[in-house]
């Protein structure tokens, strides 16, 4: 069974910076490119970052391009995300899914899915 737990999240001010982080279990993790996702208050979700299985290759949303960071450690089986600069634009429930395959699936959100950590961007 997959599962995946993410962390990291809370309250931050604009501009201000935070790490988040899934942990995975129950599946070859080292073999999935990953993929981070959000959901604003009342929107939907909305596709940010995928990464290969080995880290060398990540994909980008125009909304985050230069200002996230997405990376991976598989001898941890952990996924992480780099939020930098943020705006209050990117409060929002961030959650880490696990792709398909071993290459990134533009705008693709998996139902594999955690159950998300919240980012608050509030002055």
């Known amino acids: 069974e997959v599962q995946l737990v993410e962390s990291g999240g809370g309250l931050v001010q604009p501009g201000g910076s935070l790490r988040l982080s899934c942990a995975a279990s129950?599946?070859?993790?080292?073999?999935?490119?990953m993929t981070w996702v959000r959901q604003a208050p009342g929107k939907g979700l909305e596709w940010l970052a995928g990464?290969?299985?080995?880290?060398?290759?990540?994909n980008y949303a125009p909304s985050v391009k230069g200002r996230f960071t997405i990376s991976r450690d598989n001898d941890k089986n952990t996924l992480y995300l780099q939020l930098n600069n943020l705006e209050t634009e990117d409060t929002a429930m961030y959650y880490c899914?696990?792709?398909?395959?071993?290459?990134?699936?533009?705008?693709?959100?998996?139902?594999?899915r955690g159950q998300g950590t919240r980012v608050t961007v509030s002055s």
């Open positions: 990464i290969t299985p080995s880290g060398g290759d990540t």
């Open positions: 899914a696990k792709g398909r395959t071993y290459y990134i699936e533009i705008n693709y959100v998996s139902s594999d």
């Open positions: 129950g599946f070859m993790f080292s073999s999935y490119a």
